[in-house]
């Protein structure tokens, strides 16, 4: 029965927070209909009966080896002498499984962590019979309260979980006893009981007649008789469904439950967690709204009994325009604000009195933070940046457009008693064009336009969206500025995730603003510039009921320029893992209008954009962006670059922990991604054999099974470690942030020729890997005697990067040029599956390897294997503690020079010429410089982040 619950299933579960006692309140929960009442009382039944079952074990098992035989009429089928230690040993084994329950019981209930009594079938009865305070009733309503559900299939899992549970105490501590039971109570109702009469009534009252008979010559083998009949009936019915339990898990449960889950187990756990999470948050949900009114209500009262003004309800803070005959004006006047309006202090959620004690928290200064976590609020006098769409529509090009403002003059903020201006520059907003339409406009006949803006505070990694309306608004053509008055009906704070750290300061702005235009493609070369270094921008969207305006952020160069022509630029950027409220893309499915700001923190410039929107999911987004399964992208069609169009810069402080790396497009050929025809399916990887080098570099050996594709020595395996290592969605995960948006797929270099079968299949891959992050660490720690199947994506790698292995290609080769390989640390891995072939054909070769003194046993080992390669090999080794014995052993093998430090432009520079080919594999550091020192040589490189 346990393996059936479990099967082979891969299991990938969702973290719930864990839930104590402690966490909830039990007065909070009571019985919903007579049905709680009546199960409870079924709970208090099963445990007298379970009781009555022990006691009439103990007595039975007393009996049992006190007599010899029943009665001399009773003929069992099997042996007394026997079946009596049959009995008995059952019944001590049934004792010994209820003890070990016990224990595991305690265990659970001692750690408070409710899911886990309710998993547990002996702890969630305790829990539930719990005395003093109503404890087990209340305990037991929450227990009642993770049972329910709409779904039947629910109902049927928690049955066939707890079913399988008794499984051990059904069938080995109870089943050959009563099997017993059966024969002895036929044998005694055959020689005592059976009557002769014809009709159901008259049998029936003679069985009874000779029940008081039986009794009567022998009370106590009555009793043990009746005991034996207890048992057995009780016996049966838990047989029953534990049958049925069976036939639901097979023919039901085992193809309806995700194969996500792993089994019932899993899938039980999660039901419970779920459930568990949802009624926690209510009951919270429910206590602060309780303690909100209390406090209102407290608050009104004391305000009574002092006869202060009550606090008002909340209401939006608008200028006070005249009455206009018609919605524009020539002149800009002034936005006068009413110094008895609402205001919204910095650290409260309801307005307060202009003047009252409690105005002294507007001037505090913000929550700093040293983490990642994430607040709800940003405060508005410190926040720095404020991006800002009105109704997904300007009035010259009728879309959506967004825009940047900065803390300083002009900087949104509630109305507290002052004019304030917020800013907009002639480039963004049309300049005199647009100022010619001018005045004190009131959208919407005075209802207003949509509008929803972002505040972002980029030193601590606050932000809050806002969405309301624009209810009026003033230009002024000579000033060059707009007043906004907004309506907030929405807001919400966000995560810090992919926010990188800046300190945001101000800049004069003047009249040096000035607007590119693309000579022949729609983006200038500015703006692709601005787009390969940009690490966040700001969108708007509209679904036409509301409006969402939020950033995106990531790695330098996130964002990538699929397309770019003359009428027509194409933008493609991958969607990280998020919040799951789906408001950008949610709008964006119903309506692919979106308005884009790309500011550059280190010049002022600024990338306004306007487009429409595709959702790419799955095949569609990998077919687009390497290993992505999901990305929007965006056909422009409208730009404008401006040039100091920004009244601030940022200086960079900290990248977001949260930033997975950049993913390029297939058009650009990342080396690293397994190309959609290079993709193999039915191809598995099985850890055979694991061989440590050193104390990080180890070679692992792997069998293929399946229709496993050759690949040429140099190339790479691409492996699918997402079976093993994805925990599933999480929300913020600081602990590991990486992980929430890695895809667990790695790329190795094959480090062995491809071996054959008679039938030319590959059966064995090597891999020689530093340990260094979740991948290599599970190849590291994994037991070997317990099999670890990964799927393989393909094999890849560029042809140049191969070096000429036949002879006719090494004749060509020594007339064209030498290779020159440079490797460092493992960066030697593409040459391992060559250098045999390479050495045997003829080839010219150098290598000059970069190694750490910890790692000299990889060298031995590879000088061991590969025979001829000592003797072209110059050997770099940094650090301190080289082993002098490792050192002889690699003298001895004929290594061509080694040399204590790391490799220096001289010793790569000294071997250039127009004969030369250098072949690079190194960590990015040392490949950026030997970039730089043979520019003008023939290069090829490439970098796999040792």
């Not at 959702?615 to 670059?641: E, N, P, Y």
């Not at 140099?714 to 997402?722: K, M, N, P």
């Not at 270099?749 to 290599?776: C, F, H, L, W, Y």
Request: charged share 20%.
């Amino acid at each position: 029965m346990a393996c059936c619950c479990c099967g082979n299933r891969k299991k990938q579960t969702r973290e719930f927070a864990e839930q104590k006692w402690d966490y909830i309140n039990l007065q909070d929960f009571k019985a919903s209909g007579c049905g709680t009442p009546f199960a409870y009382g079924y709970l208090w039944f099963s445990l007298i009966i379970s009781i009555a079952v022990y006691s009439i074990d103990s007595f039975t098992a007393v009996q049992l080896i006190a007599f010899n035989r029943w009665s001399s009429a009773i003929r069992p089928a099997i042996s007394f002498d026997v079946s009596k230690w049959i009995f008995t040993v059952c019944i001590i084994l049934s004792f010994i499984n209820l003890g070990y329950e016990a224990i595991r019981a305690t265990r659970v209930i001692r750690r408070n962590n409710i899911a886990e009594s309710y998993m547990d079938p002996l702890a969630v009865r305790w829990e539930s019979i719990r005395v003093g305070k109503a404890q087990g009733w209340r305990r037991f309503l929450v227990f009642a309260a993770l049972t329910q559900s709409k779904k039947g299939a629910h109902y049927i899992a928690l049955f066939t979980y707890f079913s399988f549970k008794s499984w051990i105490r059904v069938l080995v501590c109870s089943g050959p006893r009563q099997v017993i039971n059966a024969f002895t109570l036929k044998s005694v109702y055959e020689a005592k009981l059976a009557t002769q009469a014809t009709s159901v009534d008259g049998a029936f009252l003679g069985f009874f007649d000779k029940v008081k008979v039986l009794a009567q010559e022998d009370s106590r083998q009555v009793v043990i008789l009746s005991g034996m009949a207890f048992t057995f009936v009780v016996w049966a019915f838990s047989l029953i469904f534990l049958l049925l339990s069976v036939l639901f898990y097979v023919f039901f449960l085992f193809h309806w439950i995700p194969r996500a889950d792993g089994g019932l187990t899993g899938y039980c756990e999660r039901k419970v967690n779920a459930a568990l999470l949802t009624i926690v948050t209510k009951r919270v949900n429910k206590a602060l709204a309780k303690n909100e009114a209390k406090k209102m209500k407290a608050e009104a009262k004391a305000a009574k009994m002092t006869g202060e003004t009550l606090q008002p309800e909340r209401a939006a803070t608008l200028p006070d325009i005249e009455a206009l005959a018609d919605d524009k004006l020539q002149g800009m006047p002034m936005l006068n604000r009413s110094d008895t309006g609402t205001t919204l202090p910095a650290y409260q959620t309801r307005p307060n009195t202009p003047g009252g004690i409690e105005l002294s928290s507007i001037n505090r200064s913000a929550l700093g933070r040293s983490g990642t976590n994430g607040s709800d609020s940003s405060y508005s006098p410190t926040v720095p940046l404020m991006s800002a769409a009105a109704d997904m529509g300007d009035l010259s090009h009728g879309r959506g457009r967004g825009a940047v403002h900065a803390q300083g003059a002009g900087r949104p903020e509630p109305d507290r008693g002052g004019p304030t201006a917020v800013v907009r520059y002639g480039a963004l907003w049309g300049g005199d064009e647009a100022a010619a339409r001018g005045g004190t406009v009131r959208p919407g006949d005075g209802g207003g336009r949509m509008m929803a803006t972002l505040a972002v505070d980029l030193e601590t990694r606050d932000r809050v969206k806002i969405m309301g309306h624009m209810v009026a608004g003033s230009a002024d053509a000579s000033a060059g500025t707009v007043q906004v008055a907004m309506l907030v009906a929405e807001s919400l704070g966000n995560c810090p995730k992919y926010l990188n750290k800046k300190r945001v300061t101000p800049r004069a702005y003047g009249a040096d603003t000035e607007v590119v235009e693309g000579a022949r493609m729609m983006l200038p070369e500015e703006a692709t510039r601005l787009l390969d270094k940009a690490d966040m921008f700001f969108l708007s969207s509209t679904n036409g009921d509301s409006m969402d305006t939020n950033h995106r952020g990531g790695p330098a160069g996130f964002v990538r320029v699929l397309k770019n022509e003359a009428d027509e630029a194409v933008l493609v950027y991958p969607e990280y893992s998020g919040n799951r409220l789906y408001q950008t893309l949610g709008n964006l499915n119903v309506n692919p209008l979106v308005g884009i700001v790309v500011p550059d923190f280190d010049t002022s410039d600024v990338l306004y954009l306007t487009g429409s929107a595709s959702i790419l999911v799955g095949d569609a987004a990998s077919a687009v962006m390497a290993r992505t399964a999901l990305a929007v992208q965006v056909r422009v069609a409208a730009a404008r670059f401006v040039r100091r169009g920004l009244p601030f810069r940022g200086a960079p402080l900290e990248r977001s922990p949260y930033n997975p790396p950049v993913r390029h497009l297939l058009s650009e050929r990342d080396p690293l991604s397994v190309q959609p025809r290079q993709q193999q399916s039915g191809v598995t990887a099985t850890l055979k054999g694991r061989e440590v080098l050193s104390p990080t570099v180890s070679r692992f050996t792997f069998s293929l099974a399946g229709s496993a594709g050759r690949w040429r020595p140099g190339q790479h395996a691409t492996l699918d470690f997402s079976g093993e290592l994805d925990h599933g969605y999480a929300h913020m995960r600081d602990d590991d942030p990486q992980s929430l948006n890695d895809d667990f797929i790695r790329t190795f270099t094959v480090s062995n020729q491809p071996p054959t079968d008679s039938k030319g299949e590959v059966v064995e891959m090597q891999i020689t890997a530093r340990r260094r992050g979740p991948a290599t660490n599970l190849l590291w720690r994994q037991n070997l005697r317990a099999p670890l199947e990964l799927p393989v994506l393909g094999f890849g790698g560029e042809a140049s990067f191969r070096l000429p292995t036949t002879t006719a290609a090494a004749a060509a080769a020594a007339a064209a040029a030498k290779p020159v390989f440079v490797a460092g640390g493992v960066g030697i891995t593409p040459l391992l599956a060559q250098a045999r072939d390479v050495l045997e054909a003829g080839v010219r070769l150098r290598l000059l390897w970069g190694l750490r003194a910890e790692d000299l046993p990889l060298a031995a080992d590879t000088f061991a294997r590969i025979a001829g390669l000592a003797e072209v090999t110059t050997l770099f080794v940094s650090g301190d503690g080289a082993d002098d014995q490792m050192i002889r052993e690699i003298r001895r093998q004929g290594v061509k020079e080694l040399r204590y430090g790391r490799i220096a432009e001289g010793d790569v520079k000294s071997l250039g010429g127009r004969e030369t080919k250098f072949y690079l594999c190194t960590g990015p550091g040392l490949l950026r410089s030997l970039q730089d020192w043979l520019d003008r040589e023939n290069v090829v490189w490439e970098d796999f982040g040792y």
